[in-house]
C-alpha cells in the first residue's frame, strides 16, 4: 500500500504564501523555522543584535574590563581620559570596568527571575484554569491579592527587613512580587482552551491531566508563554536597578543600579561627571529596548498576519 503524499497548502493568501515563504527558508538554510521567522521581522532582528551584544559583554566581561571594577588605588573622580573612558568614581573605581561587569548582573537577575516569575505564574495560572472548582476560587483569591498589592512598596519592604542582602534575595523578591499578571493572563488562556475538541477527545483517550497540560495546552500557549517571561525579565531588570538605586541591593555586587547609586551618593552631577551617570542608565534603556524589540518578532509567531516578507 503507497503511503499518502503530504498535504500541501494551496497558496491562496497572504497568510499562506509567507508561511510557505518561512518554511522554503528554514529549508535552505538548516534553521528552525521560528528562528527564521524572528529574524526576517526587522525589530525582532535589532533587538536580537543588541542582546546579542550585551550576551556577549557578560560572558567576557572579566576579558573586556580593562581594571577590576572594584580596585580603588585610580586617582578619585576624574572625568573621562584615555586611561579610564568614563572616568573613575569617587572611590577611585574605574566606571568602564564597573559598566562591563554590571552587564553580566542585569542579565542574570532577568534571566533567573524572569524564568522563576514565569514558571510560578504558569503553574498557578494553568492549575486554576483547567481543574475550576474550589481550586479555582482558592488560587484565583491569591492571583487577584497579587494584583491589588502594590509591587514596588513590597518589594521594597521585604528587601530592606530581610536579613541578609545578596543578588539571589533580590531575585526572590522580585519574582514573589512579579507572578501575578502572568498568572491571571495564562488562566484566561486555559479556561477558553480546555474546551476545545481536541482536549475533550484527550480525555476520553484516558489521558491524564498532567500529560494533557503538558502535551497538548502548553504547547499551544507557547507564544504567551515567552511574551509573559520577556516582560518577566524587563520588570525584573528595571526592579533590581530601582532597588539598587535606593539603597537595597548587595553593596559588593556590581550592577548598574548600584553604580547609579554610588553616582548619586558622589555628586556626579555636581562634580560634572556626566559619563558615571549617564552611561549605566543609557546601558539599561538599551538592554529595555532589547527585549521590546524582540517581543515584536514573538508576536509575528502567533500572528501569521505581522510576519514580514
Excluded at 218 to 247: H, K, R
Aim: proline share 6%; aromatic share 8%; hydrophobic share 50%.
Amino acid at each position: 500500500m503507497s503511503t499518502p503524499a503530504p498535504a500541501v497548502p494551496v497558496p491562496g493568501t497572504d497568510t499562506e504564501a509567507l508561511q510557505a515563504s518561512a518554511t522554503e527558508l528554514s529549508r535552505r538554510s538548516r534553521l528552525p523555522g521560528w528562528f527564521v521567522i524572528l529574524w526576517r521581522n526587522r525589530k525582532c532582528r535589532a533587538g536580537l543584535l543588541l542582546l546579542g551584544a550585551f550576551v556577549l559583554v557578560a560572558l567576557f566581561a572579566p576579558l573586556i574590563a580593562p581594571y577590576d571594577p572594584r580596585g580603588d588605588a585610580f586617582p578619585t573622580s576624574l572625568g573621562p581620559t584615555g586611561g579610564h573612558w568614563l572616568g573613575t568614581t569617587a572611590q577611585g573605581e574605574d566606571v568602564f570596568s564597573q559598566l562591563i561587569v554590571g552587564a553580566r548582573t542585569s542579565l542574570i537577575v532577568g534571566l533567573a527571575a524572569g524564568l522563576l516569575s514565569t514558571l510560578i505564574g504558569l503553574v498557578i495560572g494553568l492549575t486554576a484554569g483547567y481543574l475550576q472548582g474550589w481550586v479555582d476560587e482558592v488560587l484565583s483569591f491569591l492571583i487577584n491579592l497579587g494584583l491589588v498589592v502594590p509591587a514596588l512598596p513590597l518589594m521594597v519592604t521585604l528587601a530592606a527587613y530581610a536579613p541578609v542582602r545578596g543578588l539571589w534575595l533580590i531575585i526572590a523578591v522580585i519574582s514573589v512580587t512579579g507572578w501575578a499578571y502572568g498568572a491571571r493572563i495564562k488562566r484566561s488562556q486555559i479556561i477558553t482552551l480546555r474546551t476545545r475538541d481536541y482536549i475533550t477527545a484527550a480525555r476520553f483517550a484516558g489521558d491524564g491531566t498532567a500529560r494533557i497540560i503538558a502535551r497538548e495546552i502548553v504547547p499551544n500557549m507557547t507564544s504567551l508563554i515567552v511574551v509573559g517571561f520577556m516582560g518577566a525579565a524587563l520588570g525584573a531588570i528595571g526592579g533590581e536597578a530601582g532597588l539598587a538605586f535606593l539603597g537595597l541591593g548587595d553593596p559588593q555586587t556590581v550592577s548598574w543600579g548600584t553604580m547609579l547609586n554610588q553616582a548619586s551618593l558622589g555628586g556626579a552631577l555636581l562634580t560634572g561627571q556626566w559619563a558615571w551617570l549617564i552611561a549605566p542608565g543609557l546601558a539599561l534603556s538599551l538592554l529595555i529596548t532589547s527585549f521590546t524589540l524582540i517581543n515584536f518578532g514573538i508576536d509575528a509567531l502567533s500572528n501569521p498576519h505581522l510576519r514580514e516578507d
